[in-house]
């Protein structure tokens, strides 16, 4: 008998018929003897409904009420599928976060899990109960609900697997396994059987949307594998878990996207020493990340610094950067919200030179200018305009894993 922590995505439990498929595949794992603990999104489309309620009230709302909001979906999702376990004989019980102990920082939208109480879950299972919790929420040494991001439901999941020393933490999602590229952009694109924690967390980060790339990190961090499945078939998805056969032997092993890319540029800006610290340190301080970074030199001893921020972040990075550039005696801010990232992620960069060569000349024979250019051991990063973003995916995918 095995402890297994399953999580299911938004289009999962989308409605009825699906809520009922999932009480199905779990009574299936309860049968053959398993423990199970399952953790749910919102359905699909509640998330971007309720920010569109919340910002149709008003353009910036509270970021702590608009976690009060948001921390319901789930919760629609928990109650509906106790009910349909309920239902065929299989005794349940739904949990929010906070019920369970999931506490996390105080920031909203984007907090951390700082610990996991598992007496309550741990309890509930030992009754023979299938332990359903809600995924993205926690909560805060204030008492208040706090959300974990965008695919926080991911790392829920590979916390709770962690806590509970689970035997397999499964990922149920809209495809069946991780791919070489997106497949709706690049139809040669292929299932891997297998993928390195460092490849995926690098795919995720730069937007392949299988993964939370923070449910990568605590996977890595605690060495907890990962099966990454489809909801509907019962086919084998992709394992991500520590070294694979013949890594370094495929130097490429995707190709990811993102197109909720934007970039800011401060023109003029004085070259003294912590100018970039400043500008940097004030974007953290309000939760921002930045990206790709680049700074350089111009006339008159003055510098420019270009960055780039996720689309959710931009409004608040631009109206940042614009005070800081007058504090600091810039001549202006430059923005464009029209921005794609595409990358390639490999093991095999690090021991083979001539790839980030082989990467410009393929976009360049694809028509694709480049605007920033990021690397790292494992990973090649391009901001290009957002047009060209379909053959540049294509252009890449061709050149190093159809080859």
């Known amino acids: ?34 423990d199970v603990v399952v953790v749910l999104s919102a359905p699909a489309g509640m998330t971007d409904d309720l920010i569109g309620r919340a910002k149709a009230i008003s353009k ?17 999702s928990i109650a509906l599928l106790a009910m349909a376990l309920d239902e065929v004989g299989q005794p349940a019980i739904s949990f929010t976060a906070p019920q369970v102990g999931i506490k996390t920082t ?8 700082t610990s996991i109480s598992t007496e309550k879950m741990e309890e509930n299972l030992k009754e023979g109960k299938v332990v359903i919790v809600a995924g993205f929420q926690g909560i805060n ?33 809209d495809v069946d396994g991780v791919y070489t590229a997106d497949p709706r952009i690049c139809k ?14 690098e795919l995720a980060s730069s937007g392949a949307k299988v993964l939370h790339n923070r449910s990568v990190e605590v996977a890595f961090k605690y060495n907890t594998p990962i099966h990454l499945r489809s909801s509907f078939s019962d086919v084998e998805g992709t394992i991500v878990k520590g070294e694979c056969e013949n890594m370094e032997k495929t130097v490429i092993r995707g190709v990811s996207h993102s197109v909720k890319e934007s970039k800011i540029t401060i023109e003029g800006v004085p070259d003294n020493p ?45 109206a940042i950067t614009e005070k800081l550039a007058l504090e600091l005696g810039a001549k202006k801010v430059i923005t464009n919200p029209n921005v794609a990232m595409v990358s390639v992620v490999g093991v095999g960069i690090k021991s083979n030179p001539g790839v980030a ?3 410009f000349e393929s976009l360049a024979n694809a028509g694709v200018n480049i605007d920033m250019i990021s690397s790292s051991e494992i990973k090649i990063s391009c901001i290009i305009a957002e ?10 995918h061709t050149a190093f894993i159809e080859d």
């Open 1 to 34: 008998m095995a402890l297994i922590v399953q999580k299911y995505g938004g289009t999962s439990v989308a409605n009825t018929e699906r809520v009922q498929a999932v009480a199905q595949r779990v009574l299936k794992y309860k049968k053959e003897g398993h």
């Open 60 to 76: 910036n709302p509270k970021s702590r009420e608009l976690d009060m909001l948001l921390g319901t979906g789930e919760q629609i």
């Open 106 to 113: 105080l920031q909203h939208t984007k907090a951390k899990i």
């Open 141 to 173: 040494e204030n008492q208040d609900i706090t959300t974990l991001g965008r695919g926080g439901s991911d790392l829920t999941a590979v916390a709770l697997g962690v806590a509970l020393k689970a035997d397999e933490v499964e990922i149920y999602t």
């Open 188 to 201: 040669n694109a292929k299932k891997m059987k297998e993928i390195s924690y460092d490849e995926m967390l």
């Open 274 to 318: 912590g100018i970039a610290a400043k500008v940097f340190k004030e974007l953290a301080n309000n939760n921002i990340n930045v990206d790709i970074v680049i700074q350089g030199g111009g006339a008159d001893n003055l510098n420019s610094i270009s960055f780039t921020v996720k689309d959710e972040d931009f409004a608040s990075a631009k």
């Open 357 to 359: 060569a082989d990467v």
């Open 387 to 396: 047009e060209d973003l379909n053959k540049a995916v294509n252009a890449l």
